[in-house]
């Protein structure tokens, strides 16, 4: 028996899976000239049966929507029998069903827990991801656009055959790990505490050269285990340049193409975000040299950076990074750059941090944080050294005594 929150959602799925009343007809049979009583006799009978057929094809649609739909938020009670009655051979839905089924499983999750997997705390906002990205995160135009093009284009594909890596580079400060924590944030419902995201930091959770026999295995396992509990999975790998040379080694695999072992099952997503300081200053010298060319900040492409920041990042001694398997052999997806923040850049964010602690500033407050940071190069003095790093902990200087 179906509990009243339970008839409640069928209720709600069958009425947007029934076909519309002009979708219903009279059965293939000619009708009778109109005018006649026999006509209306018949008309009624044919309208009668049509809609009775019509009534138990909706029945046995919704039943099998009914079926699909519970697999996926009560997994625990749904039998590969029931799962594989729901959805015969040759038998599929259209996209229109796909979507509202995905609309109910993220709205009845939202009220209790009905999944142990994780999977139904999967929200992909791509409408925040876009906000967030255009009014919190400054001075970064390219990692905006190339971000939200790449994670939405690759989350809407039916069946990727790899996973999606980002690497990116610049400078401390700059808004790399603020990116993914917006990405987290914007795909699942409980941001980097989901379940379904990973975050690994190389000097925190592999400290040891000695000890990377274990740490590979560690970091396999943790991979392996994550993508078996969910189908949509976020692993961020910060200081990504002092990884060892063995765990990145371990993670080729992960982003190898993969061959669909099964056309019917349901493809997972992987999204592995690299976050380094490396190629920092070659980005920081493009981006000056073209403001002395009289180009603006908003004008600096990717054509610009590509090459550069991929040649410097491959011709550096001081990281195994660029010599990995992972940039030979191109498994990664994007390299994105995140320029040097200015000074009207670091007064946004001091805006933003006295914002988020509902506290009132004048823009003399936003001046003086601002100028309490370094700036280079030395004659012009033009990008912050450490970006908007530790904002927040420099609003008690300006903050009135009492």
Known sequence: MLGGTERLLWLLLLSLLLPPPSAWGHGGQARPREGTEEAGSAGAWLAFKGLRERLRAAGALSRRYWALFSCRVWPEGCGKDEEASARPPGWSFALLGQQYLDILSTWS??????????????????TGLEADLRVRL???????ELVLTAVRGYLEMPRPDKALALSFHGWSGTGKNFVARMLAENLYQDGLRSDCVKVFISTLHFPHPKNVDLYEEEL?????????????????????????????????PHLECQAPSNRRA???????LFLSNLGGNIINEVVLNLLKAGQSREEVRMEHLESRLQAEIVASTDSGFGHSR?????????????????FRHVRLCARDAFLSQDLLYTEEALDE??????????????????????????????????
């Not at 692993?235 to 993670?251: M, S």
């Not at 992972?326 to 997806?333: A, G, P």
């Not at 100028?371 to 903050?399: A, D, T």
Request: charged share 30%.
């Open 266 to 272: 349901e493809s997972k997503r992987t999204i592995f």
């Open 220 to 252: 396999t396992d943790k991979i392996r285990k994550t993508q078996e509990h969910c189908r949509q999975t976020l692993f961020i790998l910060d200081e990504a340049e002092k990884l060892h040379p063995g765990l990145l080694e371990a993670l080729r």
């Open 369 to 402: 944080i601002a100028r309490m940071m370094v700036y280079v190069p030395k004659e012009e003095q033009l990008f912050s050294s450490q970006g908007c790093k530790s904002i927040s902990q420099r609003i008690s200087y300006v903050l009135p005594e009492g």
């Open 326 to 342: 992972l940039v030979k052999e191109n498994l990664i997806d994007l390299f994105i750059p995140f320029l040097p923040l200015e």
């Open 109 to 126: 999750c939202g009220f209790w827990d009905c999944c142990d997997r994780g999977d139904c705390r999967i929200i992909n906002n791509f």
């Open 138 to 144: 400054h001075g970064q135009h390219l990692a905006r």
